[in-house]
């Protein structure tokens, strides 16, 4: 990628969108299709990396069942998006994530957590998620 | 609509911020006038839907109407915007909203609700709203 | 500037990314480089603004000088972007913005103030931040 053209910049932010309402409904084989094949995910500071889509998958569907009789709605919000250029065919994206997570039959959500997202997005006819660091606030 | 360009994708984020805009600041002409005048819009699931400019004002001023001693500044957030050509002139967007809300005399803002935003946009020389279907979490 | 094209909509988007990244971690060289020499910030309104680089490098130094027993992760959420052509080489930004504050040890933020940003934006290679009035909710 040599520069940041509006044409990039639009992509990316369409791809963000599409990759969390894959994830916030539930669509995890669409989510995981956001990531290369071999796509490195720091999700927590005290856990290894998820590895590779079928690891991710197998990282999403755990964190569903873990959770699955708390009747949450989340939605990640994602912000504030910088691009830096980098020499191959990617580009470094550090962007601002919020989630917004509504209890069944509440109407005021509780957000949290807040963080920062340091990631490599490869480009080509699609754009896909090579890795992914997340640092919470 | 054929494909989602970067300049389709900055138009319709223009649309939406000049269209919330509007509402928060009480210019309900302008308001309503990013609406298709036979649009119509789901906005509660306990209501029959508004149609046409007309009813989408009288809507909006019975709510002002409504609220009218509550001193609070309302500001939505539109965000995360997926969008899907669709046959004709116009493209679905699905996008997340969240309202903040302050009250007058405080700094804390109240967040909700949170909600999905399911539209339809025409889009010819401007982009107009044909129908908003909201889904509250 | 006479229009608002999809290259000026996503060039502001990824200005107001890089400014608030660097405000946010402190990085006020940067911070103050998205100004122009002679910008004008209007950032209180029981203050005179602060005016040139050098008195908004001063300002954002006094605050982090008062608050820095706080240990809080400040960030900065730009949205809702309208953008108005001016009949010079600039353009007029009226936006919303929220701050997320996480105090350290909390994962909880706090969201506050919410506010509207009108700007002017000079907008030649670079865009730069001429003048900026804050307005609390």
């Known amino acids: 990628v040599r520069q940041v053209t509006a044409e990039l910049y639009a992509r990316v932010q369409h791809f963000y969108a599409r990759q969390t309402h894959a994830l916030d409904s539930g669509n995890f084989k669409e989510y995981v299709d956001t990531f290369t094949e071999d796509a490195i995910f720091q999700h927590s500071p005290d856990a290894p990396p998820a590895r590779t889509r079928a690891g991710i998958l197998a990282a999403a569907e755990a964190h569903r069942e873990a959770h699955k009789g708390d009747r949450v709605t989340r939605r990640h919000y994602f912000n504030q998006i910088v691009l830096t250029p980098l020499p191959d065919n990617s580009v470094r994206a550090t962007l601002y994530a919020l989630v917004v ?3 069944s039959g509440e109407t005021v959500p509780e957000i949290w957590p807040s963080c920062l997202l340091e990631d490599i ?14 640092s919470y606030d």
Do not use: A, E, K, Y
């Open 101 to 103: 997570r509504t209890r």
């Open 121 to 134: 997005l490869t480009v080509d006819d699609d754009i896909l998620l090579r890795s992914r660091h997340i």
